[in-house]
């Protein structure tokens, strides 16, 4: 995966796929996320992206 498949994942912000969490210090609530990723069809969950324009 490239920054630009990134850019574009992220690009409509989070939604039933996608859970974007700013740091690590969140890893509880992503570790939730990636359970309820596994029990259903999936998704992304990014931590601590912060991308350079």
Known sequence: M????????????EHRALELKKTTGELKDGMQSACA???TEG????????LHR
């Open 2 to 13: 490239t920054i630009e498949d990134i850019k574009q994942l992220i690009a409509n912000d």
């Open 37 to 39: 990723f596994l029990n």
């Open 43 to 50: 998704g992304w969950l990014i931590f601590a992206l912060r």
